[in-house]
């Protein structure tokens, strides 16, 4: 059974970078995959960011960005602020009309 | 404005069935594939199951044979028919719309909770 891995934390100081990736317990991420990401806060629903690899959501600001980086799928959080402290998740179609979701990472942003 | 909202959750003795509802506005529900997603309480999400514009469906290993979606048309309404519940399907249901191949609107969620 195909696992989509993200690291389970990471911490980003404010105005810093920060890049979460999305990989596959056997094999690379690649387009095909059509990668997405999501943002959720405690008790919401989860907001979506970008979808298809790297196109940004509807009124999601710029310093959110995706991508393929080697054989993973990345979001990129460029100048970080306080209020992207979340919990990402990341999202891949595994063709067959199968879709897997990463574990999750928890974002602190301090 | 796109508007996803869901209900039908609640406590439940295992073994027990439940029928979710999805209740879609502000767009053309029947052009649309529409998915169920789920998150068990502290852990992260679950696809559970997709249904397609064609009513061709597809489901999670851990649910298939025991859930069945289902989408009303006429009712702007997607469904999601739950039966033989176990412990681990205590979770937030979540119905969401389809965008190439990825979530773009979610609804609310519905509380489902198994008890032994």
């Known amino acids: 059974q195909t696992v989509v891995t993200q690291e389970p934390s990471f911490s980003v100081s404010p105005g810093g970078t920060v890049t979460l990736t999305c990989g596959l317990s056997?094999?690379?991420?690649?387009?095909?995959?059509?990668p997405s990401w999501y943002q959720q806060t405690p008790g919401q629903a989860p907001r979506t960011l970008v979808y298809n690899t790297d196109t940004r959501s509807s009124g999601v600001p710029d310093r959110f960005s995706g991508s393929i980086l080697g054989n993973k799928a990345a979001l990129t959080i460029t100048g970080a602020q306080a209020e992207d402290e979340s919990d990402y998740h990341c999202?891949?179609?595994?063709?067959?009309?199968?879709?897997?979701f990463g574990g999750g990472t928890k974002l602190t942003v301090l | 404005e796109v508007q996803l909202v869901a209900s039908g959750g609640g406590l439940v003795q295992s073994g027990g069935s439940l029928r979710l509802s999805c209740a879609a506005s502000?767009?053309?529900?029947?052009?649309?594939?529409m998915h169920w997603v789920r998150q068990a309480p502290g852990k992260g999400l679950e696809w559970v199951s997709c249904i397609k514009s064609d009513y061709s469906t597809t489901y999670a290993d851990s649910v298939k044979g025991r859930f069945t979606i289902s989408r009303d048309n006429a009712k702007n309404t997607l469904y999601l028919q739950v039966n033989s519940l176990r412990d681990e399907d205590t979770a937030v249901y979540y119905c969401a719309r389809d965008l190439a191949y990825t979530f773009d609107y979610w609804g609310q969620g519905t509380h489902v909770t198994v008890s032994s």
């Open positions: 502000g767009f053309t529900f029947s052009s649309y594939w």
């Open positions: 999202l891949l179609y595994m063709d067959s009309g199968i879709w897997v």
């Open positions: 056997s094999g690379s991420v690649s387009t095909s995959y059509y």
